[in-house]
Every structure is written in C-alpha cells, then in structure tokens.
C-alpha cells in the first residue's frame, strides 16, 4: 500500500470504533513499521484539525452574515416605527415594546438553555432587558402616568439582578453596578434616599463578588 491508502485504511479502521492499539496491530502484521503508522496518524489528525477549523470557519462566517441581516431588519423596523409611531393606537404601541421584548427573553433561554449557543442566548437575554427599560421609560407617559427616573432605573436595576442569576448570565451584572452608579449620581444631595441606594449598590456588588466566586469553584465542585 502506498501512504495515501495506509491513511484511507487507518481512517477506515477509526470509522469502525478500532482502538489505537487494535490499528498498530492490525498494521504491524500487514508489514508496517511504527513510523509509517505514526506518520499516517498524524496526518489524519492534521486534516482533522484542519476540517474542524474549516467548519468552525464557516460557522462563524454564517453568524456574521446573520447577525448583520438581523440588525439591519432591526433598524427597517425602528425606522418604520419612529415614522409612523404617532398615528399608532395605544394598545398597539404598548404590544410594540413588549412583545419583542419577550421573544428576546424567550428566545435567548430557549438558545442558551436548549441549544446551547451560550453567547448568542445571552446576547438577546440582554437585549430583551435593554427593551425592557426602554419600555419602562415609555409606557408610563403612554399612559399618563408619573414616575421618577430614579424609581424606574431602581427597577431595572432589580430585575437586571433577578434575570442575572434566573438566567445564570454573568455579564448582566456589569450594567447593574453602572445603572446603581448612575442613580447615586442622580440623587440629590442629602437626599432620605441616598443610603437605600448607596446599599442597592453595595449588594450588587456583593451579588456580583458572590457569582464570580461561585463561577469560578464550578470547574472544582465537578
């Protein structure tokens, strides 16, 4: 046999479940030497590697193109909606804000959860709760109702936290330290409010702490 049919035969044997030590034997009574074998080996592993790179490629490749589309359909849309947004009926505006909002969420756990593609899942979990506040900030003038943008930042906040853990989504806790900054910013001086959110900024980051460090025991609990 030359190289290339000792390298489609060894191929041939690992189709077949054959162990390492099975193809040496079988090899070494058809006359070959350990090198010829060893060699073979590794340029099956080579054209392995090189298809899995290759695929990996691909995938990416396709992700981009996708993600592209996806946002461009997304901008299509916003600019539909900015346009006509005025001549829309309330209900109608309120289904707009929300219901994207929960096929991202649902999406995002059903992507992570289900398939998981953690990145991606992530991504639209974060992109549910960006809707998410942007919808809190809406919807009450919609309705004609008051609200303090500290109150609804304490509320996304909140549930930024929730989604965080509810999701196992580590990264969410980075925009909920930067939104608690935020409102002690905003707050009055000397404000009867300031020590809640000094120690709503305070947990965050204890939660945030106690996460990583869970995080990072996982590989050791296994």
């Given at each position: 046999?030359?190289?290339?049919?000792?390298?489609?035969?060894?191929?041939?044997?690992?189709?077949?479940?054959?162990?390492?030590?099975?193809?040496?034997?079988?090899?070494?009574e058809?006359?070959?030497?350990?090198?010829?074998?060893?060699?073979?080996?590794?340029?099956?592993?080579?054209?392995?590697?090189?298809g899995?790179?290759?695929?990996?490629?691909?995938?990416?490749?396709?992700?981009?193109?996708?993600?592209?589309?996806?946002?461009?359909?997304?901008?299509?849309?916003?600019?539909?909606?900015?346009?006509?947004?005025?001549?829309?009926?309330?209900?109608?505006?309120?289904?707009?804000?929300?219901?994207?909002?929960?096929?991202?969420?649902?999406?995002?756990?059903?992507?992570?959860?289900?398939?998981?593609?953690?990145?991606?899942?992530?991504?639209?979990?974060?992109?549910?709760?960006?809707?998410?506040?942007?919808?809190?900030?809406?919807?009450?003038?919609?309705?004609?109702?008051?609200?303090?943008?500290?109150?609804?930042?304490s509320?996304?906040?909140?549930?930024?936290?929730?989604?965080?853990?509810?999701?196992?989504?580590?990264?969410?806790?980075?925009?909920?330290?930067?939104?608690?900054?935020?409102?002690?910013?905003?707050?009055?001086?000397?404000?009867?409010?300031?020590?809640?959110?000094?120690?709503?900024?305070?947990?965050?980051?204890?939660?945030?702490?106690?996460?990583?460090?869970?995080?990072?025991?996982?590989?050791?609990?296994?």
């Open positions: 046999m030359n190289e290339q049919d000792e390298v489609s035969y060894i191929q041939d044997l690992l189709a077949q479940g054959k162990s390492q030590e099975e193809i040496y034997k079988d090899l070494l058809k006359g070959l030497t350990l090198d010829e074998i060893q060699k073979c080996l590794k340029i099956i592993e080579l054209k392995d590697s090189t899995k790179r290759k695929e990996q490629l691909n995938q990416q490749i396709i992700r981009a193109f996708v993600t592209v589309g996806i946002f461009f359909i997304g901008i299509g849309i916003a600019l539909w909606i900015i346009f006509n947004w005025a001549n829309l009926s309330r209900i109608m505006q309120v289904l707009i804000l929300l219901v994207p909002m929960l096929l991202a969420e649902l999406s995002g756990w059903y992507l992570k959860e289900q398939k998981k593609l953690t990145k991606t899942g992530e991504a639209l979990i974060a992109l549910g709760l960006f809707l998410y506040g942007v919808s809190l900030f809406m919807i009450p003038p919609m309705l004609e109702i008051h609200v303090e943008v500290i109150n609804v930042l509320l996304l906040v909140l549930t930024v936290i929730f989604m965080a853990f509810a999701s196992d989504t580590f990264v969410l806790f980075y925009p909920a330290i930067v939104l608690s900054i935020i409102i002690l910013i905003l707050i009055p001086p000397k404000s009867h409010l300031a020590l809640s959110y000094v120690l709503l900024l305070i947990v965050d980051i204890i939660m945030f702490i106690t996460s990583l460090h869970f995080r990072r025991q996982l590989p050791t609990l296994k």
